[in-house]
């Protein structure tokens, strides 16, 4: 039995080294799995059902939802005004426009649920205006890429949802315990803009003096972006109430997209038909790889391999925090080369029941989880949005990842904490 499972993660390491896709590798090797453990006739009634039972689920109508609800917000235009919203109030303080574009990231985040369509729309309004200003590609480049991924942490974050659905979390309680960590990911990206801005004044002008009736155009700006304000209000206020569920505020917020952008003739049938054929494609590879993650952890549970690693971690004499810790540098450097929803469903089904056999708290966990994701969405080689910054602004990737760089530190900084301090996750949740 040892030989067999050892053959089926050198498949899977194999066929992920060769550039097969992640879904089609965890089928694979699960399927081959089973066939060694339980013989041809469980992988034919495994394939038979699986597709169907792991996808019918009334909880995944939340990850098309927010999804569609981001591809018509990052299409209609609703980023532009909350950039200059935020922007209008920092436009006095030095960096104001780096810091601005954090602000709005983390507004946008709350809107959108998704990183890359965050990540491309704020790159395609911010990078100009900050060129236009003055400032070093070094900072413009990196606040761009690390405020996307603000998206991963703050709800409706798809990830959050899809670690709900894998471990039987609640999402309502997930989504909510997102919140402070993403705001407190922010905070410490604005104090790392100021640090550098204090510390190399070259990168960042000086600012200039404001317009007449300055006290007024701020909140003419935040007048002009109410309409996002008010739909991130909806969704987040309704799920934190209990007066709807998140597959309910899903649908509430793809709808409130939809007439935002229709009732202000932000988007046409060729921008409607794009958001839909975007967000069903997205949604495509996610579902696959539920499919492939759900053939992979029956092979998982019929070998037994999670309650094993279970009883071979508890004979190791360390205390929980240090063995956690290590589980921790497992996920940043699986976040070098894998993809963040791979990760989720390739890791939980080994480490989860793992974690609660050291009694930690689920909600905390998926919170420390998500973060490690956002910490891969901007390392190399691999960093996604380092990537579609890069696309968006047409500069060179190592230009890319040498800007992001300072904020990496910071996110390893906020990791600790977090690590440190599960209260600043548990503590919103435990009000609901």
């Known amino acids: 039995m040892t030989f067999e499972i050892f053959s089926v993660f050198v498949l899977l390491a194999g066929l992920i080294t060769v550039g097969t896709p992640i879904a089609f590798s965890m089928a694979i ?70 810091i601005g574009t954090v602000v709005a990231n983390a507004v946008m985040a709350a809107i959108s649920g998704s990183s890359t369509a965050t990540t491309a729309a704020m790159a395609s309004v911010a990078l100009p205006e900050m060129r236009r200003h003055g400032y070093d590609d070094r900072l413009s480049l990196g606040v761009i890429s690390v405020s996307g991924t603000l998206a991963i942490m703050i709800p ?22 997102g919140i402070l960590p993403g705001l407190l990911t922010a905070v410490g990206y604005c104090v790392a803009i100021w640090l550098m801005v204090w510390l190399r004044p070259e990168i960042a002008p000086t600012p200039k003096d404001e317009p007449s009736t300055p006290t007024v155009r701020p909140v003419r700006q935040v007048i002009g972006a109410w309409d996002g304000l008010l739909l991130a209000g909806i969704v987040l206020g309704g799920i934190y109430s209990g007066a709807i ?40 590879v ?36 240090i063995l956690f810790c290590i589980l921790l540098v497992v996920y940043i450097c699986l976040g070098f080369f894998m993809d963040q929803l791979a990760i989720l469903f390739l890791t ?16 905390w966990f998926g919170i420390i989880v998500t973060k490690t994701v956002e910490i891969g969405l901007i390392t190399p080689p691999l960093g996604m949005n ?19 760089f300072p904020f990496f530190i910071v996110d390893v900084v906020i990791l600790i904490i977090l690590v440190a301090f599960p209260q600043i996750s548990l503590w919103l949740p435990g009000m609901m």
């Open 29 to 98: 090797s699960g399927a081959i799995g089973l066939w060694l453990v339980l013989g041809p006739m469980a992988v034919l009634g495994v394939l038979q059902n699986t597709s169907y039972r792991s996808t019918a689920s009334f909880l995944l109508v939340t990850v098309p939802m927010f999804m569609l609800m981001a591809e018509f917000m990052s299409r209609s235009g609703i980023a532009t005004g909350i950039f200059q919203a935020a922007n209008a109030f920092l436009r006095k303080v030095k960096g104001g426009l780096a």
């Open 156 to 177: 409706p974050s798809i990830p959050l949802i899809l670690y709900g659905v894998i471990t039987e979390t609640s999402i309502g309680k997930l989504l909510i315990a």
């Open 245 to 284: 569920t998140p597959t309910e505020a899903s649908a509430i917020g793809a709808l409130g997209a939809f007439l935002i952008a229709v009732f202000y003739r932000r988007i046409g049938i060729k921008g409607l038909t794009g958001a839909i054929d975007s967000a069903t494609r997205i949604c495509g």
């Open 286 to 321: 996610i579902f696959l790889i539920v499919i492939g993650a759900m053939i992979f952890s029956y092979f998982l549970s019929a070998s037994q391999v999670s309650r094993n690693l279970v009883l071979w971690v508890e004979q190791i004499d360390q205390p929980v925090m």
């Open 348 to 363: 939980l089904p080994l480490f989860f029941p793992l974690v609660m056999s050291w009694e930690m708290d689920p909600i």
């Open 386 to 404: 380092a990537y579609v910054a890069a696309s968006a602004t047409g500069a060179p990737i190592e230009k890319v990842f040498r800007a992001i």
